[in-house]
């Protein structure tokens, strides 16, 4: 079963931190690239950050950079999302999906899975 499941959402308030987390499994990361997306309730899904097979190179929307940090370690065939400093605004259901290299932040070119997503709620 080929699978992206996220985890690590929650309620924080604003200024606080979360780290989400993105499990494969069925198939491994090595060969992907990782891209992160999120989707406020009636709104359009937007990339956030990408980060290349090669991790040449990590991409980040601009309203997220100096405060989202995006890895992944393929040995545990996973990827993570560090969100620091966190603002209303960034309340949304987060997403990941695996696929080609990263076009910018958008995220992947082509994208073969994606998760379910993990509601993150910035809320005083």
């Known amino acids: 079963q080929v699978q992206l499941v996220e985890s690590g959402g929650g309620l924080v308030q604003p200024g606080g931190s979360l780290r989400l987390s993105c499990a494969a499994s069925g198939f491994t990361l090595d060969n992907y690239g990782i891209g992160w997306f999120r989707q406020a309730p009636g709104k359009e899904r937007e990339g956030v950050s990408c980060?290349?097979?090669?991790?040449?190179?990590?991409y980040y929307t601009d309203s997220v950079k100096g405060r989202f940090t995006m890895s992944r370690d393929n040995a545990k065939n996973m990827a993570y999302l560090q969100m620091n400093s966190l603002k209303p605004e960034d309340t949304a259901v987060y997403y990941c999906?695996?696929?080609?290299?990263?076009?910018?932040?958008?995220?992947?070119?082509?994208?073969?899975?994606w998760g379910k997503g993990t509601l993150v709620t910035v809320s005083s």
């Open positions: 980060v290349s097979a090669s991790r040449s190179t990590t």
């Open positions: 999906a695996a696929g080609t290299y990263c076009s910018g932040y958008r995220g992947p070119k082509v994208i073969n899975y």
